[in-house]
T-cell receptor
Framework: DGGITQSPKYLFRKEGQNVTLSCEQNLNHDAMYWYRQDPGQGLRLIYY???????QKGDIAEGYSVSREKKESFPLTVTSAQKNPTAFYLC????????????FGQGTRLTVV | GNSVTQMEGPVTLSEEAFLTINCTYTATGYPSLFWYVQYPGEGLQLLLK?????DKGSNKGFEATYRKETTSFHLEKGSVQVSDSAVYFC??????????????FGKGTTLSVSS
């Protein structure tokens, strides 16, 4: 079945560590996105990528980094520079044609311990 | 810039009650509009969509009509069930095909249905 897979579902990070969240899609979508979700704040865009080897900062990119070496994969690294990383992270993908909806993964809950 | 405004929750209803969740938007051109649903601990699932004015999206008893004159896309259901308890997000997709466009989401409305 086609879809988006995020892993792991739960992740714990010690302060000062970098951690990487995985996102893989087999929908042949061009564009991929990372959102952060906090209670009462909806979804905020971290990074997005329209094509391989290219990506753009979203609204809250500070403390995060991404790569897009393959069309299917868009991993997100939460660096030690991110001061408040505890959140629910959602990956999404879509075709870049107009009017298309985004498909979401199941999310990764990151907790700083 | 483009934006989406949803009514704040939580919305608490009894089973079989009528549901309305208001959504209004600000956008240039002719965006597409979406409603997503999120169950606890999960990602977002597309509930319904509409791509042009006066279109009605519908799915699982939920409906929403794209009203350009009032820039609205209110979600309705005639008789809610306990299983409808979730967070509902209104979203828009900008009408241009410029590189870098992403879906813009409202803050979400929590619905709680009791039996």
């Amino acid at each position: 079945d086609g879809g988006i897979t995020q892993s792991p579902k739960y992740l714990f990070r010690k302060e000062g560590q970098n951690v990487t969240l995985s996102c893989e899609q087999n929908l042949n979508h061009d564009a991929m996105y990372w959102y952060r979700q906090d209670p009462g704040q909806g979804l905020r865009l971290i990074y997005y990528s329209q094509i391989v080897n290219d990506f753009q900062k979203g609204d809250i990119a500070e403390g995060y980094s991404v790569s897009r070496e393959k069309k299917e994969s868009f991993p997100l690294t939460v660096t030690s520079a991110q001061k408040n990383p505890t959140a629910f992270y959602l990956c999404a993908s879509r075709w870049t044609a107009r009017n298309t909806e985004a498909f979401f993964g199941q999310g990764t809950r990151l907790t700083v311990v | 810039g483009n934006s989406v405004t949803q009514m704040e929750g939580p919305v608490t209803l009894s089973e079989e009650a009528f549901l309305t969740i208001n959504c209004t938007y600000t956008a240039t051109g002719y965006p597409s509009l979406f409603w997503y649903v999120q169950y606890p601990g999960e990602g977002l699932q597309l509930l319904l969509k509409a791509t042009k004015a006066d279109d009605k999206g519908s799915n699982k008893g939920f409906e929403a009509t794209y009203r350009k004159e009032t820039t609205s896309f209110h979600l309705e259901k005639g008789s809610v069930q306990v299983s409808d308890s979730a967070v509902y997000f209104c979203a828009l997709s900008e009408s241009t095909n410029q590189a870098g466009t992403a879906l813009i989401f409202g803050k979400g409305t929590t619905l709680s249905v009791s039996s």
